[in-house]
């Protein structure tokens, strides 16, 4: 949020010379985010009024021409390409130096087409001072020669630019924060007073407004302004929409816009002759409907997008953007004035649905001032009287069906003492609360109750915020500090805690080995996207969520990981293999307490990043992320677990538990279609989660490790024909027994099927390590294990060598 620091000042009287340093040092005391700061007589450093000579065309270029203009300081040859340039005007000149606003580009001496320029001649838009670039501006005949612009123009303004939380909407309007800065220096803001004459016809006779969707507009106003004559915004509207960052327009949109900025309630004006039957109804549209907006562009509707509508259709969407059909033109003589109140939810989630962000979004979604509302529309319809010259109708219709309630909230001096570590008395904190409109309304026991200002409902509910209020207006800065942060570096961590520690240092460097990479996500999750691994477990709900998308702590580490799958496949196609995991607290609301869980999830999906003997390439299976598993648990050197297969066959599902010591202490997933299809993902996840403290309490000892051999290995390979029933495990355990210890690894090599090996055969081929650690081996010691291999597998496989 751009501020003026002119306009800031009309709305605090008594507000003193304040160096700008000071006050953003103050606002930033006081919490404020200052981003920037922009002196407007700086930026137009190197601008000066020019007069303009002599104007001649250039001898190489049609559409040039080249002029002689007196700086204040001599004189400067200038080509100029404005068809609108003469000589005896009086311009803006960029001297040699100087920075354009627009684009940023600085003024050289230069040769264009052969003539030399030593500056160029401005147009409104090159300054941003509005969108006209048909001509250089042409200024008042009697400004002198080498005035600064910006002291000719009135544009010696500072500007501060806020950050704006979303729990801050108040601050997205210049009253708001003058209402702040009064209350740091102990001073009172105060909107101007407005002088309505309402000469026009009867406001209930010329239009009727009604109420549908009751649930998504709390309050709705309007009232007619007849004859208005469009005409140019005065200067200093226009300036002060400019600094504020706005394109001034018309003066109807102006006015409307300069009354959102001032009070912050977005405003919306309709051309009166285009509303069909005289009458305003605001109610939910119908899925799919179509609607075109100010900007031209077709949007689809759905059940839940809140709209304005006449008699007959569609007119604006609500707390959003307006309607092509109903919007102000040159042409535009009677205006018809919204003035509402529209639930922050909907707005916010419409907005999103439709990827449709505007500044009355912005100002809606946070929560506006239901008691700004009339005053908006008194103020704008003021504006349009005075400046426009419209003749304003009589009365107001306000449709107000439930009278919001006063928010009460309660706090204990002696526990803002506590916390704070001051000496606060209850007089001091009704003062300093006092400050921004926060009201005492008297006691209960030793509870101080405070009426809350309609501008801070969604802000200020409890105990704890009006401590923070109170802190805030007190000055951060003389809270001192009775805590030695200080940490002990030979102070080490409890002893679970560390064995936490090195738990999830032990699963993360061995994933990061096996291939995965370490995701990070926010804590914070939406109710109706958390897939807990148990139906039983309840979110923890917050109260005062920052979106809707947020407003639960997460109970699962699934949604992070599903959402950064799909983004995966979104931005990088879907021939790509994924292998991700992520450690992270989870949070349960236990009824009378909350529990926070340390949990681990991996994922893998897409394309396997190797390749197997037989099938080339493929996509990841169940059987890989099941392996994945078992070497973690044989990582961590736990081998006593079980597993428990489960099957969906409606949806796809497949789920494997995973039982340590008695109690499931995880699953395996391979997602059904119903999760596939919440997140847009195409290709088969399959994810594995854990209970990271059902883990640590079955980890054991490290285990010991034998040096290698010094001793030479000898290969031996082995090809066997079985029955083509005959499992690779079967024949993996015969190895194992009759190896003896000898033999130290096997694996498996080929496997062949065809009329070689006869029917109903196959023949499956090995490849044997043998050493010992004592000495080197000879054929006959080879020899005789082999022999003893072969004979189990011919006893207990019915296998025979294959020739």
């Known amino acids: 949020m751009?501020?003026?620091?002119?306009?800031?000042?009309?709305?605090?009287?008594?507000?003193?010379?304040?160096?700008?340093?000071?006050?953003?040092?103050?606002m930033i005391g006081a919490g404020f985010d200052i981003e920037s700061v922009?002196?407007?007589?700086?930026?137009?450093?190197?601008?000066?009024?020019g007069e303009v000579l002599t104007r001649s065309k250039h001898p190489n270029a049609d559409k040039l021409s080249v002029c002689t203009v007196n700086d204040g300081t001599g004189i400067l040859n200038i080509v100029c390409g404005a068809p609108n340039v003469e000589a005896g005007q009086k311009v803006c000149v960029a001297r040699i130096g100087a920075i354009i606003p627009k684009g940023g580009f600085e003024i050289k001496k230069t040769k264009i087409r052969g003539e030399v320029s030593e500056g160029m001649i401005c147009s409104e838009s090159e300054l941003n001072l509005s969108d006209n670039h048909d001509g250089i501006m042409v200024l008042d005949a009697n400004a002198q020669a080498g005035m600064p612009f910006s002291e000719y123009a009135g544009l010696d303004d500072v500007v501060i630019?806020?950050?704006?939380?979303?729990?801050?909407?108040?601050?997205?309007?210049?009253?708001?924060?003058?209402?702040?800065?009064?209350?740091?220096?102990?001073?009172?803001?105060?909107?101007?007073?407005?002088?309505?004459?309402?000469?026009?016809?009867?406001?209930?006779?010329?239009?009727?407004?009604?109420?549908?969707?009751?649930?998504?507009?709390?309050?709705?106003?309007?009232?007619?302004?007849?004859?208005v004559r469009q005409r140019e915004s005065p200067e200093w509207m226009k300036q002060r929409l400019t600094a504020a960052g706005m394109r001034p327009r018309n003066i109807?949109?102006?006015?409307?816009?300069?009354?959102?900025?001032?009070?912050?309630?977005?405003?919306?004006?309709?051309?009166?002759?285009?509303?069909?039957?005289?009458?305003?109804?605001?109610?939910?549209?119908?899925?799919?409907?179509?609607?075109?907006?100010?900007?031209?562009?077709?949007?689809t509707l759905s059940s839940k997008s809140l709209m304005v509508c006449d008699g007959e259709g569609y007119s604006a969407i609500a707390g959003i953007m307006g309607g092509e059909f109903s919007e102000i033109t040159d042409s535009t003589k009677n205006v018809f004035l919204e003035s509402a109140y529209f639930d922050a939810v909907n707005i916010r989630k419409n907005s999103k649905r439709l990827g449709l962000i505007t500044d009355a979004s912005q100002r809606f979604e946070r929560g506006i001032d239901i008691d700004m509302v009339k005053y908006a529309s008194l103020r704008a319809a003021s504006m349009l009287?005075?400046?426009?010259?419209?003749?304003?109708?009589?009365?107001?219709?306000?449709?107000?069906?439930?009278?919001?309630?006063?928010?009460?909230?309660?706090?204990?001096?002696s526990r803002a003492n506590k916390l704070l570590g001051t000496d606060l008395t209850e007089d001091d904190a009704k003062k300093l609360l006092g400050r921004i409109g926060i009201r005492f309304t008297g006691k209960t026991e030793d509870m101080m109750n405070f009426s809350i200002p309609e501008s801070r409902r969604a802000d200020l509910e409890r105990e704890p915020d009006l401590i923070e209020e109170l802190?805030?207006?007190?000055?951060?800065?003389?809270?001192?500090?009775?805590?030695?942060?200080?940490?002990?570096?030979?102070?080490?961590?409890?002893?679970?805690?560390?064995?936490?520690a090195h738990l999830k240092r032990s699963i993360s460097d061995h994933l990061i080995g096996r291939g995965f990479n370490e995701i990070i996500t926010i804590p914070l999750a939406e109710v109706s996207k958390q897939h807990p691994a148990s139906e039983e477990v309840r979110p923890v709900r917050l109260l005062n969520s920052l979106t809707a998308e947020m407003n639960s702590m997460r109970t699962d580490l699934l949604d992070g990981m599903m959402r950064v799958i799909a983004d995966n496949f979104n931005k990088s196609g879907k021939d790509i293999s994924l292998r991700l995991f992520e450690t992270g607290r989870v949070f349960e609301d236990r009824g009378s307490s909350f529990s926070e869980t340390d949990r681990i999830v991996f994922a893998i999906s897409g394309k396997h990043d190797g390749t197997t003997l037989y099938e080339g390439e493929r996509n990841y299976e169940m059987s890989d992320i099941k392996g994945e598993l078992e070497m973690l648990l044989s990582k961590l050197n736990i081998e006593t677990f079980r597993l428990f297969c489960y099957n969906d066959n409606q949806f796809g599902g497949v789920r494997i538990d995973v039982g340590l010591n008695g109690e499931v202490a995880g699953n395996i997933n391979k997602a059904d279609r119903n999760l596939l299809n919440a997140y847009d993902i195409e290709s088969d996840v399959f994810f594995c989660r854990i209970d990271l403290g059902k883990l640590k309490s079955q980890l054991r000892p490290a285990g010991k490790f034998r040096s290698i051999s010094k001793f030479p290995a000898v290969k031996r390979d082995i090809a066997v024909v079985v029955d083509r029933k005959t499992n690779y495990g079967d024949l993996a355990e015969i190895l194992k027994k009759s190896g003896g210890s000898l033999l130290r690894s096997f694996e498996l090599i080929d496997i062949y099927e065809g009329t070689q090996?006869?029917?109903?055969?196959?023949?499956?081929?090995?490849?044997?390590?043998?050493?010992?650690?004592?000495?080197?081996?000879?054929?006959?010691?080879?020899?005789?294990?082999?022999?003893?291999?072969?004979?189990?597998?011919?006893?207990?496989?019915?296998?025979?060598?294959?020739?």
């Open 2 to 26: 751009k501020i003026s620091l002119k306009w800031l000042k009309d709305y605090i009287p008594g507000f003193g010379t304040v160096s700008v340093e000071s006050l953003c040092d103050d």
């Open 38 to 49: 922009s002196d407007e007589a700086e930026t137009l450093r190197g601008f000066v009024v």
């Open 161 to 227: 630019e806020i950050g704006v939380t979303p729990n801050r909407g108040d601050l997205l309007s210049h009253f708001g924060v003058a209402r702040e800065v009064a209350g740091i220096y102990g001073l009172e803001a105060r909107l101007p007073e407005i002088k309505l004459n309402e000469t026009g016809n009867d406001t209930g006779g010329m239009i009727s407004i009604e109420i549908e969707s009751r649930e998504y507009c709390k309050r709705f106003t309007g009232r007619v302004i007849e004859n």
């Open 252 to 299: 109807v949109v102006d006015i409307t816009n300069y009354v959102m900025l001032e009070t912050g309630q977005p405003l919306h004006a309709f051309d009166y002759d285009k509303i069909r039957k005289k009458k305003i109804v605001v109610r939910t549209a119908n899925d799919g409907d179509k609607f075109v907006t100010l900007d031209s562009k077709e949007r």
């Open 385 to 413: 009287s005075e400046l426009a010259g419209g003749t304003v109708s009589k009365g107001l219709l306000d449709v107000y069906p439930e009278k919001f309630e006063p928010v009460i909230a309660g706090m204990r001096i």
């Open 471 to 500: 802190a805030r207006l007190y000055g951060y800065s003389k809270i001192e500090s009775s805590f030695d942060f200080r940490t002990s570096l030979l102070r080490g961590r409890d002893k679970e805690s560390e064995k936490m």
């Open 757 to 803: 090996v006869g029917e109903g055969k196959k023949s499956m081929a090995f490849s044997l390590e043998f050493y010992s650690d004592e000495k080197t081996l000879t054929d006959t010691e080879t020899g005789d294990a082999m022999k003893r291999i072969i004979k189990e597998l011919e006893v207990n496989a019915g296998a025979a060598l294959r020739s």
